[in-house]
């Protein structure tokens, strides 16, 4: 961080894309009401993997804006900052994982796709491990 600057300026704007993407995951909620409601057929998996996607997308976001400012706030730096990262691509990783799995018509088992919520998980641990331990040690 330069001069006066509160947050540095990568922080910012990360930050401002991530915002950016709330009022796709507020679309997502209309999807999701449409599906409870039966205007969207789904099957019970279906229905299930989308409730999960939509509330991780949206608690996830949260957590990943609240880590990355904390993270530059304490002036965390190297590994730590880097790794930190990782839980907003969790908030990619894992509501794709459960979204993708289940988007074939009749779903009954998740496909393949399922790994990339178990990447988001991994991604996910390592993010806040990396951004508590920075934190402490800050």
Do not use: C, N
């Not at 804006?65 to 790794?83: E, M």
């Not at 993708?100 to 790994?115: H, M, T």
């Amino acid at each position: 961080m330069a001069g006066t600057e509160l947050i540095a300026t990568g922080t910012a704007r990360t930050i401002g894309i991530v915002l950016l993407t709330v009022p796709f995951i507020a679309y997502g909620g209309t999807f999701l009401l449409r599906v409870v409601q039966g205007g969207f057929p789904a099957t019970r998996l279906q229905k299930a993997f989308f409730r999960a996607g939509h509330a991780h997308a949206g608690v996830l976001v949260t957590l990943g804006i609240l880590v990355r400012l904390a993270v530059d706030l304490a002036g965390v730096t190297g590994l730590a900052a880097t790794l930190a990262s990782g839980v907003l691509w969790a908030a990619v990783l894992v509501p794709a994982g459960f979204f993708l799995s289940v988007a074939s018509r009749d779903a009954e088992r998740p496909s393949g796709l399922i790994a990339l919520l178990w990447l988001g998980v991994a991604a996910l641990v390592a993010g806040v491990v990396a951004a508590g331990v920075g934190l402490l040690t800050a």
